[in-house]
């Protein structure tokens, strides 16, 4: 076997910000997002049953918690997706939608992992702005609707096509609407969970 290599925190942190792989330990240490940012619809990738997000809402998670994430440090966030231009892998099994206005007062914060400030005025730029943290938990009033894999493609499609906040945000609207109303596909379930927990309130 060879011998093993141990490295100082300066480079191990240099290897990490190589590879976009940025450790924090505090929200201090990261770029506040602008309110005027924010869009009204945020998505957020996550394995927790619907059932349980309807009832408690989303709760900040740590790099301990996280299979992907684990080797790398962070405190306890909840990431979202801040953009209908891409979307991460991590949603193809779909994304829970967030509405932004009905938690006006959150702090939102670029992830590091994707926002580099030195490059800001470089065309990955935008890419970089796409993903946000919070350390505040997600009320289950504000959990608006689930997205299957087919309405993910579907919206970066339309964005591309309409390059709109607005409009897409009205695309959303109709796309969730209609998944309440009528749906045959791998979300049925997920979706008569959703609407039982909206005839009870």
């Known amino acids: 076997m060879g011998q093993r290599i141990t490295l100082s925190e300066?480079?191990?942190?240099?290897?990490?910000?190589?590879?976009h792989l940025v450790e924090?330990?505090?929200?201090?240490?990261?770029?506040?997002?602008?309110?005027d940012e924010i869009k009204k619809y945020?998505?957020?990738?996550?394995g927790v049953d619907p059932r349980i997000?309807?009832?408690e809402g989303i709760e900040p998670k740590c790099s301990r918690d996280s299979q992907l994430w684990k080797n790398y440090e962070y405190p306890c966030t909840i990431h979202a997706?801040?953009?209908y231009l891409e979307i991460w892998g991590s949603m193809i099994q779909g994304a829970v939608v967030i509405d932004t206005t009905r938690i006006p007062n959150h702090k939102w914060w670029f992830d590091p992992k994707f926002y580099n400030p030195n490059?800001?005025?470089?065309?990955?730029?935008?890419?970089g702005r796409m993903a946000i943290v919070t350390d505040?938990?997600?009320?289950a009033?504000?959990?608006?609707?689930?997205?299957?894999?087919?309405?993910?493609?579907?919206?970066?499609?339309?964005?591309?096509?309409?390059?709109?906040?607005e409009l897409t945000k009205q695309y959303l609207d109709g796309v969730m609407e209609e998944n309440l109303t009528d749906w045959s596909n791998d979300c049925k379930a997920k979706l008569e969970d959703f609407k039982n927990n909206q005839k009870q309130k």
Not at 141 to 157: F, H, K, N, S
Request: aromatic residues 10%; proline residues 8%.
């Open 53 to 55: 997000l309807y009832d």
């Open 42 to 46: 945020i998505l957020h990738s996550t």
């Open 24 to 35: 924090w330990t505090s929200m201090d240490e990261l770029t506040p997002v602008p309110k």
């Open 141 to 165: 009033e504000a959990i608006i609707g689930i997205l299957c894999p087919r309405d993910l493609v579907y919206m970066t499609q339309f964005f591309k096509e309409n390059p709109s906040d």
């Open 136 to 139: 505040e938990r997600i009320p």
């Open 10 to 19: 300066s480079e191990k942190r240099n290897i990490l910000k190589m590879y």
């Open 119 to 127: 490059l800001e005025n470089t065309p990955r730029a935008a890419y």
């Open 81 to 83: 997706m801040n953009s």
